[in-house]
């Protein structure tokens, strides 16, 4: 799946920390079995598109649940990725934090290197079953593995491991079997797939459900262009990653390291913030201690500091996005806005939002996603959610009781090198000042245009009630002049309707005032005549004496 | 059917066809319609009544705000071509239940109240110059009338002075069709806004005494008892004196006696009577009759905001009624007829009464 061989060895880091999160599984978002499914699905698709992403892959992606006996499950999921190598499948699937991640920053939709052996860890735990994983790489070689993971040790037990020749297909296949309970409901495999297609329409995604085959088929066949690749962000770092960073680099004075292993630092800032932090800019990086990472970290802060590059970014813009909307809602219409790149704490972020309005939507709904990933739990704690709280959607014409109710689904995507979540399970986008500003200048953007397209229907509504009006007393008129003249009821109210057809139209611009107002001057005047007598009719002065002459007549 | 009838089925038809030929000629359907409102009327002061001006507004079809009321206005003089038809004579009740229906495909009625076809109706008594009685319709009437006088009424004769304690009901259509005067010994007519002052003025057989006729329209004199007015002043030449409370309600029923309406500005001639006279009460009465200030009513912000907008009036410009509505907002009270019974139960039709006519003490 996402770790293949592009990965260089020599990065990848083993923690051992299964026994913690064997004991902690909440922490990672298995707190339910309905959730567990979820999680699971989650995962093992979150890396198919990255894999198939990586390699400029359309992706094709096949999800089967299949329910084995009462709250247990066989989960399925399969890609059309550059598969994996045979000596990499045990410590993808087999460890926990093995990843590259944290020493490679791009926009990817996994970070930590946890989701998927967790996946393993869970079914391990929750049915003693192995994980069983298929991958080939396109040369008519399959690599079959069964495994399970060692906690204590957190290494990949390999329970079978055989080589299947002569299938041609490239590719990755992960079969779990689980505890879990299949719903479809708000927050499920069902509305995360969903979701997905919405977000990553380039992909086709079939999911074989225990309630039948559900096709997500494919909107636009074009891939967004490939994220690149940045250093951290000085601003951005943490203790804890810095002394990793000093342990894990090639470099030979903590200058060299300040400028190699950063994004945008100069010699001159280097020197500035060794000057600062007290340490000689030729000190062995294996020489700094933690308290003296303290001091740099501290200097950081007081030096100017060049913004991280943005362009490492990939939006799917509006036309993707307009594509996922349309293909999974059916809208009537839909607004989408990009906003420029911005940056928190050093991280580079992009926020991009689409509204679809009407048609086939019937109840309203935020969506939220990060990186392409939709994020279905935890909605209130989530920046996003803050931001959609705190537009005023009835300027826009969108009725809101904090969030617009309606035809209306909100979709907001923020996009990062390293998307800042509340927690592990990654449900939340945490609520720097700076992201919920972004999204809520998108969404309000967004807004307008739905405003106007809303302001034009309401307009052409007026305009069809207007005209409504006109026919609607056609009929009684013409029988009163038939009784009044003997006039034929039929053709006297044909006349009318004539009339109205042919004339209504221009009576329109004239109210618009774009038509040239001085081709009927004879008729505005006197409306307005009736219109100020109907006002003047109603002065106090004259209540209560025409009331009582009212009463005589 | 008369004459007079057939005249007005004329110009109802006639009214109709001018519709019609717009429509034949693609014309936006409209009609012209007086505006009976402050902005188009003037105080005629020859004739010292209220006329209406000639500013009309334009009915049009194709304005959505006129549309519905267009075709009401059809409604109603059709309805009315009706009942001429018919030679019946119904009221504006039974005219808006004849024409309350839903119209076809919608949810909406015709009219949804009486309120949507009185004014629909004054509107074409004012396009075509023409009476509601005339249209054969009525109002409730109200009103009542004793006296020393005989009334024809569709072949009765009635004698005013045999009443009893409830008087002659005067009807609604007061017209010459249907009301006659017969042998009058009564030298003026008082009328009296209260019914309840009316009552003891009856009681007391003040009439009688005074040799008058004494009539009340219960408030602001309907149509039936403004014409009656008229007549008997027009026809028997008996003054009229007006007794309302002192206040600015009370002023404005006989300015409205004596002048017209602005609602009603087109039938002022017909209605109003020029040459009434106020007889009371005025806050100036409180000195002269020696009416003790405890009966006296303080004036509230409508009052004074009301008698503000008087002094600008027209028909209130002579010195007199602007000394008695400026000594009003002086003294800051008001008062009712009620408040002459402080002074005794028959001050009012032994001392009062007879002492303002006697001195001639009205305002004009």
């Not at chain 1, 992606?61 to 399969?78: D, G, S, W």
């Not at chain 1, 080589?163 to 309970?181: A, D, L, P, S």
């Not at chain 2, 000639?54 to 519905?68: D, G, I, M, P």
Request: include cysteine; proline fraction near 4%.
């Amino acid at each position: 799946m996402t770790k293949q061989e592009v990965v260089e060895p020599n990065i990848h880091k083993q923690v051992s920390i299964s026994e913690f999160f064997e004991k902690n599984r909440h922490l990672l978002g298995y707190d339910s079995k309905i959730k567990a499914m979820l999680i699971i699905v989650k995962e093992g698709v979150d890396n198919s598109l990255d894999a198939t992403e990586e390699v400029d892959t359309l992706p094709d992606i096949y999800v089967k649940i299949e329910e084995l006996e009462k709250e247990k499950y066989k989960i399925v999921i399969r890609d059309n990725g550059p598969g994996i190598s045979k000596n990499q499948i045990p410590k993808i699937f087999g460890t926990l934090l093995y990843g590259s991640k944290f020493h490679r920053l791009r926009q990817s939709r996994g970070q930590q290197g946890l989701g998927i052996s967790m996946a393993v860890l869970y079914a391990q735990l929750t049915t003693g079953e192995p994980t069983e994983v298929l991958s080939s790489r396109g040369n008519g070689r399959t690599n079959k593995f069964k495994l399970k993971i060692d906690v204590k040790k957190n290494e990949p037990v390999i329970l079978s491991e055989e080589v299947i020749e002569g299938r041609e297909w490239k590719g990755t296949q992960v079969t779990f079997i689980c505890e879990g309970i299949y719903r479809e409901h708000k927050q499920s495999v069902l509305e995360y797939l969903k979701q997905t297609a919405i977000s990553n329409p380039y992909a086709n995604i079939t999911f074989d459900s225990p309630s039948g085959k559900i096709d997500f088929k494919r909107g636009v066949e074009k891939l967004p262009s490939q994220p690149g690749e940045i250093k951290p962000h000085l601003a951005g770092v943490e203790l804890g990653i810095m002394v990793r960073m000093l342990h894990d680099t090639s470099t030979r004075s903590i200058l060299g390291f300040l400028t190699t292993e950063f994004s945008r630092v100069g010699k001159t800032t280097a020197d500035e913030i060794c000057k600062k932090s007290e340490i000689d800019p030729r000190t062995s990086p294996s020489k700094i201690t933690d308290s003296d990472v303290i001091k740099i970290i501290k200097a950081v802060k007081e030096v100017k500091l060049t913004r991280p590059p943005t362009d490492c970014l990939s939006p799917l813009g509006s036309t993707s996005i307009e594509s996922g909307l349309k293909k999974e809602l059916d809208p009537e219409f839909m607004a989408t806005v990009t906003r420029p790149p911005e940056v928190y704490r050093g991280w580079p972020f992009q926020i991009e939002v689409g509204i679809a309005y009407g048609g086939s939507i019937t109840e309203s709904k935020l969506m939220r996603f990060a990186n392409r990933v939709p994020l279905l739990y935890q909605q209130g704690d989530c920046a996003i959610t803050k931001s959609a709280q705190g537009v005023d959607w009835k300027r826009y014409g969108i009725e809101a009781d904090k969030l617009p109710k309606g035809p209306v689904v909100i979709f907001a995507h923020m996009i990062s090198v390293w998307v800042p979540f509340t927690s592990e399970s990654k449900e939340a986008v945490a609520s720097y000042p700076v992201i919920i500003k972004e999204v809520k200048l998108a969404l309000q953007e967004a807004a307008r245009k739905i405003s106007l397209y809303l302001s034009g229907i309401r307009k052409a509504q007026a305009i069809a009630e207007r005209k409504s009006i006109f026919e609607r007393y056609a009929h009684e008129t013409a029988v009163a002049l038939h009784e009044l003249t003997g006039s034929k009821v039929d053709e006297v109210e044909k006349q009318i309707k004539d009339i109205v057809d042919e004339r209504w139209q221009d009576l329109e611009n004239e109210k618009n005032g774009d038509s040239n107002k001085n081709n009927k001057p004879e008729e505005k005047p006197e409306v307005k005549e009736e219109k100020k007598a109907a006002k003047t009719e109603e002065e106090p002065a004259e209540e209560k004496a025409k009331k009582e002459e009212k009463k005589g007549e | 059917m008369t004459d007079r009838a057939e005249d007005t089925k004329q110009e109802l038809t006639k009214f109709g066809k001018g519709v019609v030929s717009q429509i034949k000629e693609k014309d936006t359907p409209s009609i012209n319609l007086p505006i009976r409102t402050l902005a188009n009327v003037f105080f005629d002061e020859k004739n010292s009544v209220i006329r209406l001006g000639n500013k009309v507004s334009k009915r049009q079809y194709l304005n959505v705000a006129h549309t519905r009321k267009f075709m009401q206005t059809m409604m109603v003089a059709a309805e009315c071509k009706k009942i001429i038809n018919q030679n019946v004579y119904t009221s504006i009740r039974d005219l808006y239940y004849a024409l309350k229906r839903t119209i076809p495909d919608t949810k909406e009625n015709t009219f949804e109240e009486q309120a949507e076809s009185d004014p629909i109706l004054e509107d074409i008594e004012a396009a075509l110059n023409t009476l509601r009685e005339k249209l054969h319709l009525q109002a409730d009437r109200k009103g009542y009338l004793a006296g020393n006088i005989i009334i024809k009424d569709t072949g009765d004769e009635i004698d005013a002075a045999k009443m009893g304690s409830s008087g002659w009901a005067i009807p609604s259509n007061a017209e010459s069709e249907r009301i006659q005067f017969g042998n009058c010994k009564a030298e003026y007519v008082l009328l009296v806004e209260k019914d309840a002052v009316w009552q003891r003025l009856n009681e007391d057989k003040f009439w009688k005494k005074q040799n008058c006729l004494i009539l009340t329209g219960k408030g602001q004199p309907a149509r039936g008892a403004r014409r009656l007015v008229n007549r008997l002043h027009r026809e028997l030449k008996l003054p009229i004196y007006v007794l309302t409370d002192a206040d600015v309600w009370g002023y404005y029923i006989y300015s409205v006696v004596k002048q017209g309406s602005i609602n009603l500005s087109f039938l002022s001639d017909r209605l109003g009577t020029p040459n009434a006279q106020f007889i009371g009460l005025t806050t100036n009465d409180v000195q002269k009759f020696d009416i003790p200030k405890n009966v006296t009513i303080k004036l509230n912000d409508q009052d004074l905001k009301r008698a503000n907008e008087m002094l600008k009036y027209r028909w209130f410009k002579a010195k007199e009624w602007q000394d008695e509505i400026k000594h009003m907002l002086n003294v800051g009270y008001k008062l009712e007829l009620e408040a002459l019974s402080a002074k005794g139960i028959k001050f009012i039709s032994e001392k009062y009464l007879p002492e303002k006519i006697e001195k001639k003490d009205f305002l004009p």
